[in-house]
């Protein structure tokens, strides 16, 4: 089946601490693979996708590379900051597929 | 830029009553999503639908009922509320599942208890 297994948290970090959350994934086919993160008491939003092998998504300082032969989308940021405080969720979609699956969320904690 | 608008956003049910969670999009979007989070969880799929006219059933569909009437309407409705039905639920749709429409966007929450 589908399903996207990323690290379990929760992560705190010191302010401009390098960041590595882990996430692999299991799919069928070719799919499409995304960060999104989820401020308190908000609803999530899109931090940066990926859609083919090699390709990398950055935003906001944040990159993740679609790693193929590894099947993982790690998430990265060299220097975070207390505002990326939040909780991060991997996510693919089958390019043949209806559904998104998400994997259970890392809580991040950047302390000052 | 309204984007996805989802009420209400807080609700206390007493179990055995219904109520309709209402998720509306501007984007002309052709998939619309329900969701469930509980604490420390994951979202589970509650039900999807591909377009006006069609749903289908997600992970967790037991309890609840939608449709979709319109492109731009999605409404959940909670038959009986149990205790078990406690969760944050959030809205979302995306254009398509492929491509460049490929990603999806959530409403702001609509947080449910039942007591």
């Known amino acids: 089946g589908n399903s996207v297994t990323q690290m379990e948290g929760p992560v705190t970090l010191s302010e401009e601490a390098f960041l590595t959350i882990n996430c692999t994934y299991t799919?069928?086919?070719?799919?499409?693979l995304f960060w999104y993160v989820q401020y308190p008491g908000e609803g999530l939003q899109l931090l940066l996708k990926a859609t083919k092998a090699d390709d990398k998504g950055s935003n906001k300082g944040f990159e993740a590379t679609y790693r193929k032969e590894t099947t993982s989308f790690h998430l990265e940021k060299g220097s975070v900051q207390v505002s990326d405080s939040a909780v991060y969720f991997c996510?693919?979609?089958?390019?043949?597929?209806?559904?998104?699956?998400f994997g259970t969320g890392t809580s991040l904690t950047v302390i000052p | 830029n309204a984007g996805v608008t989802q009420t209400p956003k807080f609700r206390i049910l007493k179990i055995g009553q219904s109520m309709t969670l209402q998720c509306t999009q501007d984007m002309n979007h052709n998939y619309m999503y329900w969701y469930r989070q509980d604490p420390g969880m994951g979202l589970k799929l509650i039900y999807y639908?591909?377009?006006?006219?069609?749903?289908d059933k997600g992970e967790v569909p037991n309890g609840y009922n939608v449709s979709r009437s319109t492109t731009e309407d999605f409404p959940l409705r909670l038959e009986l509320a149990a205790p078990s039905q406690t969760s944050v639920y959030f809205c979302?749709?995306?254009?398509?599942?492929?491509?460049?429409?490929?990603?999806?966007?959530f409403g702001e929450g609509s947080w449910l208890t039942v007591v």
């Open positions: 639908s591909v377009g006006a006219g069609i749903t």
């Open positions: 979302a749709s995306s254009y398509s599942t492929r491509g460049d429409g490929n990603t999806i966007y």
């Open positions: 996510a693919l979609i089958r390019n043949t597929g209806n559904q998104f699956y």
């Open positions: 799919a069928t086919g070719y799919p499409s």
